[in-house]
């Protein structure tokens, strides 16, 4: 099994909700990120095997948006990425992937990390929109937003991430002084660092357009240097009436990109396969059969099985493209 390395990392400065970052789309803020950690360890593009980025908010953004942020970057089509999508775990996934990946002998250098704009999380009508109503009467169907209902509501638990921890709040007896505590030492923290200069090696400073000026945005813009227990206890509730957590003590909503290059200590090669058309889909494709996008890649697998299993073949082969220009494939041999 190979070991894995670090060879470089990089992010952006991390932007408040609708600030410095807000025109930049995640696929920008990925590119961003993507050329910098490419650069910090001296390769290009086209040396990577692989990226895994992950991904919350995609609705408006279109196909795959890693695939865009790495085309963007400068990285060649021929190489090929994913989005990962396990909530606020997303981007550490990614680089779990990246590391198993190379770990299994599938791939020797991966670009890994995560993706969100949440200044650019849009709004949605609900698929009744697409056929038509008949009335609204009592029923009115309003906009929703992306970013509360994709990135920060829990469909199982059914409520906003904010309200569910008050639960744990009254669950665990913590109290609102103590939050508060917490939220002034993590400003004063990272007011402190980023005066001694310690998020300079990690931050890839952004050229940002304002009304005035083109700035270099080399710092986190939510850190709040001036927070004070006297301040953060002034603020309101924000979920509940009677609750705990306030604006100011609760995670921010912000914009921001991370990106980290794994390799592992192999070279490896590969070869084109020339491969007669008699043998490429033996019982019809995605044209008759269909393509429910999100099915098409396992129908294949289930299909490819039991083609082996009728003609009493070993050996296969499951591929197809993808949106955006991507492929995928995986090599089956039946026991």
Request: aromatic share 6%.
């Amino acid at each position: 099994m190979d070991e894995v390395f670090i060879v470089s990392t990089a992010r952006t400065p991390i932007g408040r909700f609708g600030g410095a970052l807000k025109e930049f789309s995640p696929a920008d803020l990925g590119a961003h990120v993507m050329r910098a950690a490419l650069d910090r360890a001296g390769i290009e593009g086209k040396d990577l095997d692989l990226y895994i980025m992950g991904n919350i908010l995609r609705a408006g953004h279109g196909q795959l948006v890693p695939r865009q942020a790495a085309v963007k970057a400068g990285i060649p089509q021929e190489v090929d990425g994913y989005a990962v999508d396990m909530v606020c775990s997303s981007g550490m996934m990614s680089v779990m992937n990246a590391a198993t990946a190379i770990k299994a002998g599938e791939a020797d250098l991966i670009l890994s990390g995560g993706i969100e704009s949440m200044s650019q999380a849009g709004f949605f009508l609900s698929h009744k929109a697409r056929w038509g109503y008949r009335l609204l009467m009592g029923a009115p169907e309003q906009l929703r937003d992306t970013l509360l209902h994709d990135g920060l509501t829990d469909p199982i638990a059914e409520g906003v991430m904010g309200a569910l921890t008050e639960r744990l709040v009254i669950e665990w007896e913590i109290s609102r002084k103590k939050l508060d505590e917490v939220a002034y030492y993590s400003h004063k923290r990272a007011a402190e660092a980023t005066h001694r200069g310690f998020f300079r090696k990690e931050i890839e400073p952004m050229e940002v357009n304002t009304p005035k000026e083109t700035i270099s945005l080399d710092y986190d813009e939510g850190i709040r240097e001036d927070t004070s227990l006297k301040s953060l206890a002034k603020l309101p509730p924000a979920f509940n009436k009677d609750g705990m957590l306030t604006v100011g003590n609760s995670s921010q909503i912000s914009d921001g990109a991370a990106a980290l290059i794994l390799a592992s200590e192999q070279v490896l090669f590969s070869k084109l396969l020339g491969i007669e058309f008699d043998r490429l889909n033996v019982n019809g494709g995605s044209i008759a059969l269909g393509h429910p996008i999100g099915c098409t890649g396992a129908r294949i697998i289930v299909t490819l099985l039991n083609a082996l299993a009728e003609r009493g073949e070993k050996t296969g082969v499951a591929t197809l493209c993808h949106g955006t220009g991507g492929a995928t494939a995986i090599a089956i041999e039946k026991l």
